[in-house]
Every structure is written in structure tokens, then in C-alpha cells.
């Protein structure tokens, strides 16, 4: 069955002021809401939700952002038909904070995944009391799976991983792929090892499926036909059972060291980089592909961010941060603005927007399409369903920046209010480094400002340009607001206990031998 959603116009005769104008406003308001709660409680089924999730993506790394050799054409068919981001935000420069944040809509210093990222080893991990989009989705009969790069702790018998976190199935690497040797990754065809430098000392990097090492060490070569497979399967089996369905896709592309498999080797002008972008971009066709043929695609919201600005460090093999100061590391507009795109064939109209947003506010905006509870917990996030369906303007006014080791003794690093950004505190990072400003390199140390540095990222999203309190004494009042507003935020703001800082265990290493010696070298099946 379909419904169509039909709203009236409101003709300029009922804006008078007359008591039978005031009655047909009244009439129409009641009209207007009868017709969105016909919409969503009348719809053939709950809406089916797709969020993909590149890892250490610039804001200028597609070619629907501006990129003029990535080949990246899924994702622009999905910018062309979508809604196209230009203000969107992650919450940490780097990886498993982000997407503590992304699955929770909390800041990461409420769950504690900070200061920097979980590693094989780790004890910690994402507190299995914090909730994920897939742990909301669950009552109501959701099939979850999450394929890729976890990133949020593997932990004692496995009590971190995504299957003790809301999701029926799981496919992939618990955290970073170069959280390993680099003999077992092989970026081209066998003959090209992979450049560049690796964990050693660790087990082979591990292919998991739910909660069982499938392949020690993985084949990176086939790896990307395995995810393909894994989803489109995952979406043609809930359809078939007629079962809304929520996939999340963390894909290893495009962290460094790069790799493709046969079907992406060699296929692009920009090398590694973007044969690897090209590969992840192949996959998101693939599942677009299944959408369409098992007739879901009219019912399902398909949302694509990432975790963290670009590698500079890495040079051409590091991702473009487009007009962006600096990079992965910082709390620069490089580090934590990313490329975002919300696609959903007649229900979000084509389209860009200038709106602030973040991934804290994807949790909240599934429960609200689908209908789900919110967590009764403090969220951070703010439902963008008006903003993606409506093109209203944006709930969130804010967007608070801390470093990749937070702490309540420094705080915010950075806060965004409007169109204007203020830095506390700036420091620049080793992932940042070789590019010409001297700002983003890890030789750039903490440095306070009071008053804080102040920039129009409207007019200079390059952070270039600060704003002079000299010249613009109207920027007085605009400073005491946005340190009144962190001063609130800061107040209100409760680190939980972090999950690095519990240290690491060797023998919580992923291991397909567990009682095999020596290790790591024996980890191999």
C-alpha cells in the first residue's frame, strides 16, 4: 500500500487577522499534522537504514566535493540525487572516539572512549551500557548487521565486539588494519607488498565473522568481495522475510596503507589513494545495486560520512582535505569536518545544504524515522528529520571540538556557534604533518589563546583569517555568547572513566590458535 503525503498550501487570505483567518490557520495547522501522522503510521513498512562510514576521508576526496581525478561515481549518483553536506562534523579527529559518537550520539568523553584510539590489545573498549543505533532499533524487530572496521574494542572473550552490541551478525577486522605486520597486507597484485610502516610484534590481522576468527591473516586482496557479498546477502535475506533492516559499513578505506583487490588495482589516475576509494565506492554501487532489484529502495535511508579528516602525513597517500586547514590529529576544520550525504529516493529531495550537523545526530534521527525509544540517557546529538525531509533549518546551533586526548582540565579546544568558530587552545599533530602550514605539524605545540582565535568560517573556512577585536568591536558580545555557551556545555559535561587508559593485556590479541606457542607467529589458520 502507498501513501501519499499531501499537504495544503496556506493561501495568503488566511494570514489576516480576522477571526474566521485565525480559525482556517488553526484548521490548516491540524490538517498539516494529520497528514504527517497518516504518513509515517501508515507507511507500508518501517524505513531500512544504510550508514556508511569511510575512515580517514578529507573533505575534498570525492569527486562529487570537488576532487578532480577520484573516481568515485556511486557516491556522486548519491550526492546528485541527496542531500549534499557542506557542514558536517565528526567529533574527534581520530578513529574509535568518532565512532563511539556516531553509535551512541554522545560526545566520547561521556563514554570514555578516549584519549586516542583502542588497539588489539586493549582492555577497554565501548561500555556495553552505552547504547548504539543498533541496540534502539532492536525492540522493534530490526535485522542488524555491521561489516568492516569495528574499532571499539575486542576485550576478554570477546565482550566488546559489535555482536555484544546490538548487532545479529558481524563481518570484518575488530580494529585498524595496519594494527598488524606488513608482510600479511598486500596492496596490489602479489607481487607489490605493501610501503610503509606497520604494527610489529602483534598477530596477523584477523578476519572475523560475529564472534569467530574466519582468516588469520586476511586476505586483503579478496577482502572487499567478501564485505560486497556479506551485505548484499544481509539486504536480499531481510527483504525475503520482510524485515526492516539496519546495515552499518565502517569501511578500512581509506586508511593507510592502501590496498584493492583485482576489480580496483590500477583503475584510477590518482594511484593508491584512489584505486583504494574507488574500491569502497565500487561496493557502495553493489549494494545500491541489490536495493533496487529487491524493491527496497523507495524505504530505505542511506547515509555516508567518515571518521576523520586526512592522513597528511602521508602525503598523496593520505587523503585531501580540500580548502580545509590541516588534517587528522587537529581540531582544525580538516580534522573534523567531513564530506556527508543523505540519500532517500522521494523522501529527501536533491539538494545542498549549509546546515551545521554531526554524527552525533544520526541516532536520534533513525529513532525518530523508525519510531524507536530514545536512550534515557543524556544525548548529544539533535533529530535532523526536518532538516533531511523538510530542508528546515537545522536543530544544532553548536558544535564542540576536543582533542584527541580530552581532559576536564583543558576542555574544549574549539566551539563553533553559528558561522563563527572560536579556538581556546590550538596544537597540531603528527598525522598533520609535511604540509607547508606551519600550523597543522606535530611541531605546532599547545598554544592557549585568550581571547580565543576567532574565525567567519563563512567567508574563511580556511581558518586563515582571524577576526580582530581591534577592527570589529561588534565581535565583543559574539565572544561572551560563545564563552557563556562552553561554560554550559562544560558544566553539564561528565567524563566517563576512559577505556584507553585501563592499558592492554597481550593475551587479549585475537589469536585462531588461543593455546598455540610462540605467539604472534603461531596465530595462523
Known sequence: MEFHLAVPRLPPALCSNTKGGLHRIMDYIFLLYLNVFLFRS???????????FADDLGFGDLGCYGHPSSLTPNLDRLAAGGLRFTDFYCTSPVCSPSRASLLTGRYQTRSGVYPGVLYPSSKGGLPLNETTIAEVLKPLGYATAAIGKWHLGVGANGKYLPTRQGFDEYLGIPYSHDMGPCYNLTCFPPDVKCFGLCDVGTVTVPLMHNEIIKQ????FLDLER?????????????????????????SHHTHYPQYAGPGAAWRTSRGKFGDALFEFDTTIGNIMTTLEKTGAINNTLIFFTADNGPELMRMSRGGNAGPLKCGKGTTYEGG????????WPGTI????THEIASTLDILPT??????????QVVLDGVDMTDLLIYQQKSKRETMMFYPTDPSEMYGLFALRLGNYKAHFYTRGATHSGTTPDQACPVFAVLKAHDPPLLFDLEADPSENYPLLLADRPDLQALLERIKKVKEQFEA?????????LKGEDPNLEPCCNPQCNPKPSCCHC
Open 226 to 250: 567478501a564485505y560486497s557479498d556479506f551485505a548484499t546477502s544481509f539486504i536480499s535475506t531481510a527483504v525475503k522475510k520482510n524485515q526492516p533492516f539496519f546495515l552499518y559499513y565502517p
Open 366 to 375: 533513525i529513532a525518530s524515522l523508525s519510531g524507536a525509544k530514545l536512550p
Open 336 to 343: 573534523m569536518r567531513e564530506p556527508a550525504i543523505a540519500f
Open 492 to 500: 553539564l559535561m561528565v567524563f566517563g572513566e576512559s577505556q584507553m
Open 216 to 219: 588469520q591473516p586476511v586476505n
Open 42 to 52: 501508515c507507511s507500508a513498512s518501517p524505513p531500512n537504514f544504510v550508514l556508511l
Open 349 to 352: 529531495k536533491p539538494g545542498v
